[in-house]
């Protein structure tokens, strides 16, 4: 089998990535501070920010293809950290296009719904890049520098994921969980719209990159814009939860550093027509009964 080298194995993306692909793949996991067990899949402990180990790791294992997910992915740590983040969202992703470059591999990386600034909404591949955090704009940097240093980087801009938590991270829908299990109110944003899917399609959609596309930036979101709010009704629906627990707050109602985006819903028509084909928010949701 091919060698597939994923960073940032252990979080909730890529603890799913790695459930997906690992009977098709050779998959070698990178990881900073968890190790994590998934059988077949081969971790290995890195700073992915130091060169030198970054050379090591690519020199030891010679691989394939990379999915590059490692990142320092939220907002409000990025705003309050901004050179600490940016070595690991934009210096070591530049170090990774040049080592794919050198190998002539393929390179998929993780960009995000947060590169636009959500007034215009659903966002295409070619519509220009408006981020207003830290964070959205260290993955614009990524993203083009990328690019710049090798033309075959694929980059797949996520929306906001949910699903089977890895065993040290986990997804946004665990905070309402844990809520509605104990029975406390939830204040969900009404006016925050994204395009959410679950880390299993997301996991989908990357291979599919992976395998299908060059050279290009790709939209891997879901085919329903829904607020927070709604998502939250959503899931009282599916898990059995009293839907008297949820109150409607707007985003200025909650202070925080990063400036949040009312609507980055994503345009992904040009995903779908390569087969990319997320199920309906309400199929998602109940597969996971059981398992979050």
């Known amino acids: 089998m091919k060698k597939l080298l994923i960073t940032g194995a252990s979080g909730f993306l890529g603890y799913n990535v790695c459930q ?30 130091n060169i030198f180990e970054l050379q090591a790791i690519f020199s030891q294992i010679k691989p394939d293809a990379v999915i590059h997910l490692a990142a320092a992915s939220k907002p409000n740590y990025c705003q309050n950290n901004p050179e ?28 995000t719904d947060l590169v636009f600034e959500g007034l215009t909404s659903p966002y295409r591949e070619s519509d220009p890049v408006s981020p207003i955090s830290y964070y959205g704009e260290q993955k614009v940097k990524a993203e083009q520098g990328m690019l710049d240093i090798y033309p075959k980087t694929v980059i797949c801009r996520m929306p906001l ?9 986990a997804s946004f829908i665990d905070f309402l969980l844990k809520t509605f299990r104990e029975g406390k109110e939830l204040s969900l944003f009404t006016d925050e719209y ?45 898990f059995d939860f009293s839907h008297d627990l949820i109150t409607p707050c707007l985003q200025k109602d909650v ?38």
């Open 255 to 292: 202070t925080m550093a990063a400036p949040r985006s009312p609507d980055t819903s994503l345009d992904s028509s040009k995903a779908f027509q390569l087969g990319y084909n997320p199920l309906s928010l309400r199929e998602e949701l109940e597969h996971l009964k059981g398992k979050v």
């Open 84 to 111: 600490d983040s940016y070595k690991l969202n934009v210096n070591a992703s530049l170090n990774i296009a040049k080592l794919c470059a050198h190998l002539d591999i393929p390179c998929v990386f993780t960009s």
């Open 194 to 238: 994204r395009t959410p899917v679950s880390g299993l399609t997301a996991a989908k959609g990357l291979l599919l990159a992976l395998e299908k596309v060059e050279g290009e930036i790709l939209h891997l979101g879901g085919k329903e814009r829904i607020s927070r709010y709604e998502f939250g009704h959503l899931m009282a629906d599916i």
């Open 161 to 169: 994921m949910f699903g089977v938590p890895s065993p040290h991270a």
């Open 20 to 49: 997906y692909v690992k009977d098709n793949w050779q998959v070698y996991g990178t990881y900073y501070h968890h190790k994590i067990n998934i059988d077949k899949v081969n971790f290995v402990k890195a700073n992915i920010v």
